[in-house]
């Protein structure tokens, strides 16, 4: 079974629009972490969000920011007044497991593509 | 943030050679590194996750034997592909994770290819 589900290979957004892009997860671990990811045609990973599971405000980092539905183990990325640079591709991963038995798995990805 | 150096950034090499991918930790210790493998316009698949001073943990279906993994310091895992083949062509990604887990940082990975 997957661990990440991200159901929206493509998106197409409007410049200056916002975005949301789905991620959710599935876990039996108490204590895990969740991570949001660009990456450029370039390949290199960046980092933008992290959320832990026992934190009680949704994560914000400037434009980013995370919808943690802890029920519904989901955890959406919402990125506010979209740029033109913002088109990548879109990971949302899992760390779960105990020190020195981690894991840190990622979902398939969403294509994101900001129109002028 | 903190920096993971992974080398070399491409390498092409014949078959039947091995190759040594080197993923290190520039300003932190990471205990735990996890390698990826990532196909064209496909997500991160993990590997296998390297512990400092243990043996690494692998994913089901990776061969051990022939992705060999070694994390023998706080700073440096390495990942060696034995007896390359064409179809171990791909992309490889490492991962350090910070102490808290709350940060995963990535090299810049390599991109392997085996004539």
């Known amino acids: 079974a997957q661990k990440i589900t991200q159901t929206q290979p493509g998106m197409f957004v409007q410049e200056k629009e916002a975005v949301t892009l789905d991620c959710t997860y599935d876990t039996s671990d108490p204590s895990y972490g969740l991570f949001w990811y660009k990456q450029p045609s370039s390949g290199e990973m960046i980092f933008l969000i992290y959320q832990g599971s026992y934190d009680q405000q949704n994560a914000t980092e400037g434009r980013y920011s995370l919808n943690f539905q802890k029920a519904r183990k989901s955890a959406n990325l919402v990125i506010s007044a979209s740029q033109l640079g913002d088109s990548a591709m879109y990971f949302c991963?899992?760390?779960?497991?105990?020190?020195?038995?981690?894991?840190?798995?990622f979902g398939t990805g969403t294509r994101l593509t900001i129109i002028p | 943030g903190a920096v993971v150096s992974q080398h070399p950034s491409w390498v092409i090499c014949k078959s039947g050679t091995s190759v040594k991918i080197e993923c290190r930790s520039l300003d932190f210790q990471a205990t735990t590194m996890f390698w990826y493998r990532q196909f064209p316009k496909q997500s991160l698949m993990l590997m296998a996750t390297?512990?400092?001073?243990?043996?690494?943990?692998?994913e089901q279906g990776v061969e051990k034997d022939k992705f060999l993994i070694n994390h023998a310091s706080l700073t440096l895992s390495t990942l060696t592909v034995t007896s390359a083949h064409p179809e171990d062509s791909s992309f490889y990604i490492c991962?350090?994770?910070?102490?808290?887990?709350?940060?995963?940082?990535f090299g810049q990975g390599t991109r392997l290819t085996v004539v």
């Open positions: 991963a899992m760390r779960e497991g105990n020190f020195g038995n981690e894991k840190l798995t």
């Open positions: 390297s512990n400092e001073g243990s043996k690494a943990t692998y």
């Open positions: 991962s350090a994770l910070g102490a808290l887990g709350t940060e995963a940082f």
